[in-house]
């Protein structure tokens, strides 16, 4: 199995940064495909917001290009979400997502990011 732990949420105000960090454990990390990070807005639904791919490659929402930098170690043990420029509607709670080979998907627990005008 595999563990995600993010932490790095908080309440920043508009036009500032934060960086989220997901701890990536457990038997089957070999087997992890992508990681990514999702994110859920009070009353909407969750969405994609960044993901890389075990080689490297990686993609992101439309509303965030430019100012979000998903990257990981070089052990993939964590993977980051450098958000800058941030904007009151970034605010949501964020999850760190992997997918793994015949398993599916595993999630975190999620950190809040709160963004002030």
């Known amino acids: 199995q595999v563990q995600l732990v993010e932490s790095g949420g908080g309440l920043v105000q508009a036009g500032e940064s934060l960086r989220l960090s997901c701890a990536v454990s457990?038997?089957?990390?070999?087997?992890?495909?992508?990681t990514a990070w999702y994110r859920q807005a009070p009353g909407g639904q969750r969405e994609l917001v960044a993901r890389?791919?075990?080689?490297?490659?990686?993609n992101y929402a439309d509303s965030v290009k430019g100012r979000f930098t998903i990257s990981r170690d070089d052990a993939k043990t964590t993977v980051w979400l450098q958000m800058n420029s941030l904007k009151p509607e970034d605010t949501a709670v964020y999850y760190c997502?992997?997918?793994?080979?015949?398993?599916?998907?595993?999630w975190g627990q999620g950190t809040q990011v709160t963004v002030s005008s």
């Open positions: 997502n992997a997918d793994v080979m015949r398993q599916g998907d595993y």
């Open positions: 890389i791919t075990r080689s490297g490659s990686t």
């Open positions: 457990g038997r089957m990390t070999f087997a992890i495909i992508t």
